[in-house]
């Protein structure tokens, strides 16, 4: 691509204002990304706390927030991609998805767009063979995307992207990209460098944009960020409850009028002295295996009660019961308390999840759609790279036994007769690879029964003689 010095400054300019903006969603990013990973912030202790108080501290993290992010993005998954009027796989099924594996990488962009709110997929194509494209995910902590209408708008106009900030440890390279082409950035922790670029000839910025929840400010929220309080609660009370067990769960043993025993030299049997002159006591040892005796008449032993942990416990179950409210998520996903649940209790406790999960697959969905539909511009078809009728297909992972999918399919043949084949894409468990082989096995079938009754026939009824 022959850049003008014109255009490189405008594109440097850009660059810079990108990394600005990255540098400012980092902050809040940043945070997710140490709970997620937890790294926690610690709770309430005094300021005389000693070791013991600070490895309990350590221990009290119970990180909820991964199965808050990993409870839809198990529920999404890609399995097809047709055209309107179509119920085929279309090319850029087989050159932009199987090509690019992303049966398997896609969970990961599901998983960055839920926890940070957003996430990126890039696509352009391969510079060894132009015809072909590559996809592959971005997380929002490594791009920054710049749109003139943020709430509405497919492509962005320009995004720059960068492993990690430019600091301390020197340069960062990277990339930038918009609507001509795509330039290799360089960044320190004052500005970007652009080199000259290359172009990519698809006259759209190629990063599209995951958002699972946005605005109409074109602000996007991911499910971990409300969150924060909730998991932070929560680690208070873990916190109190181990401090509770390890200094109060025990019965205290006490005794009151009893003379200590005195420490005596073993040749005089004179009470040792300390440096005060006063009489050094024995220790008194008192633990499960001894028996407690005194020689003083008047010697009373006691004990003090231990500390209840119920409340405790009864407040960690609560704290988690918010959670699962605010996150969508069924309470017993986080508090394994599900006991010989049927298919039909299940389902209606997921009903809240479920719901979620539609609404991640329409915004996804459409995402994913303009990627496919760029994948086919870059293949050079037309007819696909401007299909705005196309649809991606989402594997059904909702909690349903297939005896009770495959009776309602077969109602739905007979009742309302409607073709047998037209309901394949609804059972469950099955891709479109799969099903693709369905017609030529049933076209066996059928050969083999007509065969079967035609040797039927020409052999006659058992027992017939001829003649």
Known sequence: MTTSAASLTDATTRANRALAGLEHDRQTLDRI?????????????????????????????????????????????VEGYHRSGSSTDAPEWHAGWQANGLDARQAAVYRAAITYGHAYVVTLPKQAAPNRPAVRGVSARCMWAAYEDPSSDEWPLYALELPRLPGSKGMVKGWFYDDKGVYEATADEESVTLDAGRAHG???????????????????????????????????????LLVAQTYGSFKVRTVSGMTPPLKRDPVTGEPLLDADGNPIAKPVTADASRLLMAPDADTKFSTLDETPLGGFIESVGMSLRHLAVVSQVPPHYLLGDMVNLSAEA??????????????????????????????????????????????????????????????????????????????????????????????????????????????????????????
């Not at 709770?43 to 600070?54: L, S």
Request: charged share 25%; aromatic share 6%; hydrophobic share 40%.
């Open 346 to 467: 299940l389902a209606a406790a997921e009903t809240t999840l479920m719901r979620m999960v539609q609404e991640f697959k329409r915004a996804f969905g459409e995402s994913w759609e303009s990627v496919l539909r760029l994948c086919a511009r870059i293949a050079g078809d037309e007819v696909g790279a401007v299909d705005l009728a196309s649809q991606v297909q989402w594997r059904d992972a909702e909690s349903r036994s297939l005896s009770q999918t495959v009776d309602a399919l077969g109602k739905a043949r007979q009742m309302l007769d409607v073709p047998a084949r037209a309901l394949w894409p609804r059972i469950p468990g099955f891709t479109d690879t799969d099903r693709a082989s369905w017609p030529d096995l049933s076209a066996e079938e059928d050969s083999s029964a007509r065969l079967a009754e035609s040797l039927t026939r020409a052999a006659g009824p058992v027992g017939a003689s001829g003649g």
């Open 202 to 240: 698809l006259g759209v910025c190629p990063v599209r944009r995951f958002a699972a929840q946005v605005d109409l400010e074109g602000r996007t929220t991911g499910v971990v960020d409300p969150l924060l309080p909730l998991q932070d609660r929560i680690n208070q009370t873990v916190f109190d």
């Open 33 to 77: 990304d140490r709970y997620i990973r937890g790294e926690h912030a610690g709770p309430y202790m005094p300021r005389t706390a000693n070791q013991e108080y600070k490895l309990l501290a350590k221990r009290c993290v119970s990180n909820f927030l991964p199965m808050v992010v990993a409870a839809p993005a198990q529920a999404l998954s």
